[in-house]
Antibody, heavy 118, light 112 residues
Framework: VRLVESGGGLVKPGGSLRLSCAAS????????MSWFRQAPGKGLEWLSY????????KYADAVKGRFTISRDNAKNSVFLQMNSLRAEDTAVYYC????????????WGQGTLVTVSS | DIVMTQSPLSLSVTPGEPASISCRSS???????????LEWYLQKPGQSPQLLIY???NRVSGVPDRFSGSGSGTDFTLKISRVEAEDVGVYYC?????????FGGGTKVEIK
């Protein structure tokens, strides 16, 4: 099982980024997926959840209306479109498989760093 | 949102000695199926979080049996019976009863 995040980088406040998480080693369409993040030197924060068929999507209040989670089961990938980025969105972003009761399943990805700065 | 409070903030432990981390939730994590939706993670330096304990007291396959989780309702504990050098890192509790999933602030464990 492997999850590989990509798409991070330096972006100016107000800008956009699209993160990708490529999955392998398991039947992607059988699993729900989640995104988490960790600001530098800080704790962990849940961001978003999408079911296997994309029929249920959940967001944390901190990103609702700015971030959009989606997935492409044919490409074994989940995405996080991040708009209107703020300095406080600077963090390492992780994806993880999740169960139907929202619990993440091992392993998480290695993370991708997003830096929002002018 | 459910608020998770961990203590202590940090622990300095002599190898071979026990360690205990407390986690308290602002509301009961007991679901109607009888499970407590409390997970324990360890984030080793420079690594992604790794799950140690799920549903309050179930050890993940491959996790050494020196790790144990207990508790109910709103009070939970992670115990390490004999700390080893490889146990250093930050330990987080997380509630998965409802979204938003929320984490405790973390407990940093270091070796004396």
């Amino acid at each position: 099982v492997r999850l590989v995040e990509s798409g991070g980088g330096l972006v100016k406040p107000g800008g956009s980024l699209r993160l990708s998480c490529a999955a392998s080693g398991f039947i992607f369409s059988d699993y729900h997926m989640s995104w988490f993040r960790q600001a530098p030197g800080k704790g962990l924060e849940w961001l978003s959840y999408i079911t296997a068929t994309s029929d249920i999507i959940k967001y944390a209040d901190a990103v609702k209306g700015r971030f959009t989670i989606s997935r492409d089961n044919a490409k074994n990938s989940v995405f996080l479109q991040m708009n209107s980025l703020r300095a406080e969105d600077t963090a390492v972003y992780y994806c993880a498989r999740s169960l139907g009761d929202y619990r993440p399943v091992e392993p998480w990805g290695q993370g991708t760093l997003v830096t929002v700065s002018s | 949102d459910i608020v998770m409070t961990q203590s202590p903030l940090s622990l300095s432990v002599t190898p071979g000695e026990p360690a205990s981390i407390s986690c308290r939730s602002s509301q009961s994590l007991l679901r109607s199926d009888g499970h407590h939706f409390l997970e324990w993670y360890l984030q080793k330096p420079g690594q992604s979080p790794q799950l140690l304990i799920y549903l309050s007291s179930n050890r993940v396959s491959g996790v050494p049996d020196r790790f144990s989780g207990s508790g109910s309702g709103t009070d939970f504990t992670l115990k390490i019976s004999r700390v080893e050098a490889e146990d250093v890192g930050v330990y987080y509790c997380m509630q998965a009863l409802q979204t938003p999933l929320t984490f405790g602030g973390g407990t940093k464990v270091e070796i004396k």
